[in-house]
């Protein structure tokens, strides 16, 4: 069975920073994109980082850029967000996502498998 855990959201004031980290079982997602969505009370799910299957590429919302860092381990079926510098407007909950293509997409929609969130909440 596959299974996308998430772990390191919590409670931080702005400007402050948080490593969010998923670690992927049941099979190998190497091949696969993966990335990052949230989705705030309220609000639909959005992207916020995604990363190609070997690492080189990855996108960023524009809300985010320059703040947040995506990375992977494919040795250890892991993804990572680096979030520095944050806002109130981060506060969501943050899921990561996995995609059965090597070509990565902003659609939510378009990823199969999703991990059950972790809280994130930024004081101002």
């Known amino acids: 069975q596959v299974q996308l855990g998430e772990s390191g959201g919590g409670l931080v004031q702005t400007g402050g920073s948080l490593r969010l980290s998923c670690a992927a079982s049941?099979?190998?997602?190497?091949?696969?994109?993966m990335g990052w969505f949230r989705q705030a009370p309220g609000k639909e799910r959005e992207f916020v980082a995604v990363?190609?299957?070997?690492?080189?590429?990855?996108y960023y919302a524009d809300s985010v850029k320059g703040r947040f860092t995506i990375s992977r381990d494919n040795a250890k079926n892991t993804v990572v967000l680096q979030m520095n510098n944050l806002k109130a407007e981060d506060t969501a909950v943050y899921y990561c996502?996995?995609?059965?293509?090597?070509?990565?997409?902003?659609?939510?929609?378009?990823?199969?498998?999703w991990g059950q969130g972790t809280q994130v909440t930024v004081s101002s």
């Open positions: 996502a996995v995609r059965l293509s090597t070509v990565v997409s902003v659609t939510p929609q378009r990823y199969a498998y």
């Open positions: 049941g099979r190998t997602f190497s091949n696969f994109a």
């Open positions: 990363i190609t299957w070997t690492g080189g590429t990855t």
